[in-house]
Each structure stands twice: as structure tokens, then as C-alpha cells.
């Protein structure tokens, strides 16, 4: 096991500063003759944070463009999600369990930061198995776990549903709001506005999926996919290997971040998600309905889904996103955060009105926080 020390040194190598140097060379030797520009979607909030943290798009060529697409989980989640979040934690002897900034995330009805102000207990925890001990230490209490994440965090989940299957825990219920990344990708590039020419394929998904459910897009599309890692050596590397295709003409899949990612990816993770979920449609906040793109317990599971158990209370009105907010066309590439007329006024990290803003791995939180590097 490496010392703390050990894991430094390896993570300076990732954010060596002459590394990048020597790889913005290669980049700028390759587009030298390159006449037109390259529009590079990172698919993941992850890869956002890391281009807007380190400034990556100020020593780039104008002739790498980036789009920043939907793979932040938690700027996707559409408020009436949110909202049977908010409805099932203000239920008697319920405690609603979830990851992440979901606390923050504002719905029509309020966030679950409002439903705990009005006495709704809401906890956060790092692992859904945190939930069993929530569990054990409150038998006269309902604990719902609120799952959300792409591939990344679904195998976790199941490794709980598992446990509760093996050991008959009564008080444990889920509402499963897991998603995929291919089909939204899908649905991207088939828009008749889509401007992207290339992706930075998501790491964490990858270690998971393997880099096998990226291959449709050089072979339909013909659109490169390199599969990235997040430290900013990855993405110029990962660049550098997106120009390199454009430049011989060609398009394929690549895998850069080889250390964790392979073509198969986790087989046995793979099997736990196909065990206890079915694939169903997920409306995408800012994108729309998206087929085959969610997961769900299968039917045969339905005692333990907290969405069926409280259908008769959950919301079922139709929530529509605020007009001013461009985040759809963000998502799209057809604009820049910077471009929306309410960033970072109306809306901004304590008062997100759009998708975009609503983590800190979203597009908007990433300019509003690192702004001052496009100036």
C-alpha cells in the first residue's frame, strides 16, 4: 500500500506543469496546418472542474473548443424527482438517505435543505451500506435510500439491495434514480444542433461499463472517444490523442486513463446491476425524456421500492425549468454558461435556478468558480 507521500508524488506527476507544457506542444504542432476547429464534449462534471480549474482552455488553441455535457448526476436530476424526494422526507417516521450536494438541489416544492428546516430527517452519507447501520439503530423508522449517479455509484447500491435481500431487513426501501451515460450521448449528437465533433469519454463510469459502450459513436457517428482520466496531464494527453485522430482522419475509440479503465470494464459489477435493475426511460433535467437511459428495481422487487409503497402520496404534477435558463443549450454546445443572461446573477451556487449550477461538478458552478480565469 502506497504511503501518503507516495500517493503526493504520484498526483504531481498528473499536474506537472511541464508535462502539460510539452503535451500543449504537441497539441499546437498538430494543429498547425489544422484548418478548422476541434469541438471536444467532456461528457463528465469531473473533467469540467479539472479544464476550468486549471485554466486548460487559456492555453489551448481557439481551434479546441469545449462543450461540457450531462454527466454531473445531480445537475441532471429533474425537480419532480426532487420533489418525491421532499415528499417521502416529511413523511411520518421516515428517514430519507441520500449522496452528495442532493441536499441543495431545489425542486418546485423546496430542496431537502427546506424539508429538513421543517423537521424532515435527512441524512448524507459517503456509502449507501451506511444504511444498514441507519437501519439497525432505528427500527421503528422507514429508511428510504434516494439513489442517484451514473454506472459510477449503481454497483454500491446493489451491494446494499444485496444485503437487505440476505439479512431480510424490513425497514430499508429505495428510490432508484440511477442513470446511463450512452443514451444521452445518443441523444446529443442526433439533435440537429449538435456541434460536437469528439468526447472525453467519463472516467469512473468506464472502470465500471468499460469503454466497450462508447464504440457506436466512431463507427455510426464518426465521432472520436477517448476515455479520459481527471487530473490535467490526462485531459492534454487525451486531447493530444483526439487531435492525432483528426489529423490521420480517422475515428476511434481510445482509452487513456489505461490504469483503471478497460474495454470490458467490471464484469462482476456489470452482473450485480443486471440482478436487481431494469433499464426504463429517465426525463434528464434540462434535456428531456431519454429512453432506456434509467434504472429501476425489477418488478419482482417491488416491496422494497419506496415508490410504490408511497405511490399514492408522491407528487405527480409536471414541473417546467425557468425560461431564462439556457442550460439546455449548454448542454448542447450551442451556447456558453457565459452567455446566459441570469449567470451569476439570478443564479449562481446558493440560488441555482438551472441545471447547470446546481453541483459543483455542473458547467455553471465551474465558470462561476473559476471565472476569473477567462478573463
Not at 479503465?261 to 459489477?269: F, H, L, R, T, W
Request: hydrophobic fraction near 35%; charged fraction near 25%; include cysteine.
Amino acid at each position: 500500500m502506497k504511503n501518503s507521500l507516495e500517493l503526493k508524488d504520484l498526483y504531481d506527476g498528473f499536474r506537472d506543469a511541464k508535462t502539460i507544457k510539452a503535451f500543449k506542444k504537441l497539441i499546437d504542432d498538430e494543429l498547425k496546418d489544422y484548418p478548422k476547429t476541434i469541438n471536444i464534449m467532456e461528457v463528465c462534471g469531473g473533467h469540467t472542474h479539472t479544464i476550468m480549474k486549471y485554466g486548460i482552455p487559456q492555453i489551448m488553441d481557439r481551434k479546441i473548443n469545449f462543450i461540457h455535457g450531462p454527466g454531473c448526476p445531480v445537475c441532471v436530476m429533474p425537480k419532480d424527482r426532487i420533489d418525491s424526494a421532499y415528499t417521502l422526507s416529511l413523511q411520518k417516521d421516515v428517514i430519507l438517505v441520500t449522496l452528495g450536494d442532493m441536499i441543495k438541489v431545489p425542486g418546485s416544492l423546496g430542496s431537502l435543505q427546506d424539508a429538513r428546516s421543517k423537521g424532515a430527517d435527512v441524512r448524507f452519507v459517503y456509502s449507501p451500506l451506511d444504511c444498514l447501520k441507519i437501519a439497525s439503530e432505528n427500527r421503528d423508522k422507514i429508511i428510504i435510500f434516494f439513489a442517484i449517479g451514473f454506472e459510477t455509484t449503481t454497483p454500491m447500491t446493489c451491494a446494499l439491495i444485496e444485503q437487505v435481500i440476505k439479512n431480510d431487513i424490513k425497514n430499508i426501501l429505495f428510490s432508484i434514480n440511477h442513470i446511463t451515460v450512452p443514451e444521452v450521448m445518443r441523444v446529443l449528437v442526433d439533435d440537429e444542433n449538435c456541434k460536437i465533433d469528439a468526447f472525453l469519454g467519463p472516467s469512473h463510469v468506464s472502470v465500471i461499463s468499460g469503454s466497450k459502450i462508447y464504440e457506436e459513436f466512431p463507427l455510426k457517428y464518426n465521432k472520436p472517444v477517448v476515455v479520459a482520466g481527471f487530473e490535467p496531464v490526462d485531459v492534454m494527453q487525451s486531447i493530444y490523442m483526439i487531435v492525432k485522430q483528426f489529423k490521420e482522419q480517422r475515428a476511434n475509440l481510445e482509452i487513456e486513463y489505461k490504469r483503471l479503465v478497460s474495454y470490458d470494464g467490471n464484469i462482476k459489477a456489470q452482473e450485480l446491476i443486471n440482478r436487481y435493475f431494469k433499464k426504463v426511460p429517465f426525463k434528464f433535467r434540462g434535456i428531456g425524456e431519454v429512453e432506456n437511459s434509467g434504472y429501476e428495481l425489477k418488478d419482482e422487487l417491488a416491496n422494497y421500492n419506496a415508490k410504490i409503497v408511497y405511490k399514492n402520496i408522491l407528487p405527480t404534477h409536471e414541473v417546467k425549468e425557468n425560461k431564462a435558463c439556457r442550460c439546455p443549450e449548454i448542454l448542447k454546445g450551442v451556447a456558453k454558461p457565459t452567455d446566459c443572461k441570469i449567470f451569476g446573477t439570478v443564479c449562481n451556487p446558493a440560488n441555482p435556478i438551472g441545471s447547470c449550477m446546481v453541483s459543483s461538478e455542473g458547467a455553471c458552478s465551474a465558470y462561476y468558480k473559476y471565472g476569473n480565469l477567462l478573463k
